[in-house]
C-alpha cells in the first residue's frame, strides 16, 4: 500500500533564492515529487525569484537539471519532469529594491493560496517582508517560510521576529527547522502519545537517563565560512537536538494542534537548566583519510569553532528532574547516525539473587535505518539455574511497514504543511526566543574563557572527554552503528 496523499488547494509559491542551493536539492526536487504523487494541483504555480538575469525558459533548463541529479526515480518516468517544469516561472529580483516586484506582482493569481519561501540570507527577511507588503502581494491568507539560522543569538532572532511581525502575523510564519519534518522524528510523538506502555514510565521515576545522538560523516565542506561562525552548537543543538528533546521531554498536549503542541514544546525548554561549563566536551576534528582538518576547511588555521558536543542537560520539573538528558552531534565522525536511547533504571529488587546490571533500553534510529529496538531481559536458554540476558525486541520500520513505508522527504511534507496552513511542525517565535535565551550563556561563557575545542580524529566517534562526561555518571554513551 502507498502512502496517502491528500491533495492540497491550488497554490502560487514564490522561492526568493530560487537558484540557491537549497531550492535546487532539496525545495525543487521535494515539490517535484509532490508533483509525481498527484499532490499538486494541475494549476499550482512556482516561481523562483532571485537576482540572477534569466528568463523562465532558462530556469526551467535550471531546475531541470536539479530535479534529475536530486529528484529521484521518477524524473525518468515519460513527461512527467516535462509537465512539471510547465508549472515554474522566473523573475529577476532585486529584494531591496524596485527592480521584479510589479512583475512578481502579475503573476499571482486571486483566488489562490500565496505562499513566499525566504531562501535567503537571514539579513534579507524584513527587506522582503517590506516590500511583499509595499506592492501589495499579501493579504491575511498569505504565508510565508524562513530558513534557518534564525538568528545567531537571542538579540538577532527578536530583531528578525520584529522585522516579521512588522508584516505579518504569527499565524502566517512558518519557521523551519527540517528535523520536524522527519517522519522517524513525528514518530516519536505517536510513539510516546499513541501507545498505552510507554507514557506510564516516561519520567524521572523509572527513566535512569535518556541519550540524543545526531552523528554526521560529512564535514562542513563547502560551507567553511558559514561554519566557522555557527559552530555545532549554533548550528545543531539550538535547533535539531532541541527539538528532539522537546518531543522526548514534553507533555501530552491536549490535542493534536500546533498551539497545543508548541505550548508544551516551549515549557521544556524553558525548564531546562543552565549547564555547567564542565557538562560540556567541544571538539574538533583533524585530517583523516577523509579530508582535510576543520581548521583547513574553513581556512582559520587558530578557529576555536567546535564540529562537535556533547553537553549533560538538566530538565527541571516535575517529570524529569534528577533524569539527566546526554546530547551529542558532530561532523566526520565514525557513522551516520541519529538514534535517542531511553535507558530505563535497574530493577528495585531482584528475585533471581545475584545478576549483572539488567536494564530495559529503548532505541528509537531516526536514520538511517529507521526503527525501534527494545532490550529484554529473559532467561538465558538451558539447564544450569536462572541466568539472565537482554535482548533486543527490535523493529525495522522497513521490514514492519514494506512499501507502506515513507519515503517522502523532510521538505515536501513541510512545504505542503505551509500549503495546508498546518504550523504544528514548524517553530514558534517564542519558541525560537527560549532557545537562544539557553543558548547564550553556554556560547557567552566560551568566548569569555577562550575555551579551546579538543581535536578528534577523524572517522572516530569524537573526543575521548565525552567517554568521560558520561563516565563520571558511571554511564556509557550507547555505541553508535557503524
Ligand atoms: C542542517 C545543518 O540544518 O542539518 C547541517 O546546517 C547538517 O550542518 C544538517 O549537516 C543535517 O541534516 P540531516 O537531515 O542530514 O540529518
Redesign the pocket.
Known amino acids: 500500500m502507498v502512502s496517502r496523499v491528500i491533495p492540497v488547494k491550488t497554490f502560487d509559491l514564490v522561492i526568493f533564492g530560487g537558484t540557491g542551493d537549497l531550492a535546487r536539492r532539496k525545495i525543487l526536487p521535494g515539490l517535484f515529487r509532490r508533483f509525481c504523487a498527484g499532490q499538486m494541483p494541475p494549476d499550482a504555480a512556482v516561481v523562483g525569484a532571485a537576482r540572477s538575469d534569466m528568463d523562465s525558459a532558462s530556469y526551467r533548463d535550471f531546475v531541470g537539471e536539479a530535479v534529475r541529479e536530486f529528484g529521484g526515480e521518477e524524473t525518468k518516468a515519460d513527461g512527467k519532469l516535462a509537465a512539471f517544469l510547465e508549472r515554474l516561472h522566473y523573475v529577476p529580483i532585486d529584494a531591496r529594491g524596485e527592480a521584479g516586484w510589479r512583475e512578481l506582482a502579475a503573476l499571482m493569481r486571486a483566488g489562490t493560496v500565496h505562499a513566499f519561501y525566504f531562501s535567503v540570507a537571514p539579513s534579507l527577511f524584513g527587506d522582503l517582508a517590506e516590500r511583499l507588503n509595499q506592492h501589495g502581494l499579501t493579504d491575511e491568507d498569505s504565508r510565508i517560510v524562513v530558513e534557518?539560522?534564525f538568528g545567531r543569538d537571542l538579540a538577532s532572532a527578536k530583531e528578525l521576529n520584529r522585522d516579521l511581525a512588522a508584516f505579518f502575523d504569527e499565524s502566517q510564519i512558518y519557521r523551519i527547522?527540517?528535523?520536524l519534518g522527519?517522519e522517524t522524528v513525528q514518530n516519536l510523538m505517536a510513539v510516546r502519545f499513541g501507545n498505552m506502555l510507554f507514557e506510564p514510565l516516561w519520567n524521572s521515576q523509572y527513566v535512569d537517563h535518556i541519550q540524543i545522538t545526531?552523528a554526521?560523516t560529512?564535514g562542513?565542506g563547502g560551507?567553511g565560512e558559514?561554519?566557522d561562525k555557527?559552530g555545532a552548537m549554533r548550528?545543531?543543538v539550538q535547533?535539531?537536538l532541541m527539538q528532539l528533546l522537546c518531543l522526548i521531554a514534553m507533555e501530552p498536549p491536549s490535542q493534536f494542534n500546533p498551539d497545543a503542541v508548541r505550548d508544551e514544546k516551549l515549557k521544556v525548554i524553558r525548564a531546562l537548566d543552565d549547564v555547567e561549563p564542565h557538562h560540556i566536551v567541544r571538539g574538533q576534528y583533524d585530517a583523516g583519510d577523509e579530508g582535510p582538518s576543520f581548521r583547513e576547511e574553513v581556512g582559520d588555521a587558530r578557529s576555536r569553532t567546535e564540529s562537535y558536543i556533547a553537553m549533560k542537560v538538566g530538565v527541571s520539573n516535575w517529570r524529569w528532574a534528577g533524569t539527566p538528558f546526554y546530547l551529542r552531534t558532530g561532523?566526520r565522525l565514525k557513522a551516520?547516525c541519529?538514534e535517542i536511547v531511553v535507558v530505563f533504571k535497574a530493577l528495585n529488587h531482584s528475585i533471581f539473587g545475584e545478576q549483572e546490571d539488567h536494564r530495559n533500553v529503548l532505541s528509537i534510529r531516526?536514520?538511517p535505518d529507521e526503527g525501534m529496538t527494545l532490550g529484554v531481559t529473559i532467561k538465558e536458554p538451558g539447564p544450569g539455574g536462572m541466568r539472565l540476558i537482554d535482548v533486543p525486541l527490535d523493529m525495522s520500520f522497513a521490514e514492519a511497514l514494506g512499501e507502506n513505508g515513507d519515503q517522502t522527504d523532510?521538505y515536501e511534507r513541510l512545504i505542503m504543511d505551509v500549503i495546508r496552513g498546518n504550523q504544528t511542525l514548524f517553530m514558534r517565535g517564542d519558541e525560537v526566543e527560549a532557545a537562544w535565551a539557553w543558548t547564550d550563556p553556554i556560547i557567552d561563557g566560551w568566548d569569555t574563557r577562550g575555551d579551546v575545542p579538543k581535536i578528534y580524529d577523524s572517522g572516530s566517534e569524537g573526543p575521548v572527554d565525552a567517554v568521560q562526561l558520561l563516565a563520571r555518571d558511571t554511564r556509557v554513551w550507547r555505541k553508535v552503528a557503524s
Request: no cysteine; hydrophobic share 25%; glycine share 0%.
Open positions: 534557518k539560522p527547522d527540517h528535523y522527519k545526531v554526521e560529512v562542513v560551507r558559514y561554519y555557527s548550528d545543531m535547533n535539531h561532523k551516520r541519529s531516526l536514520q523532510a
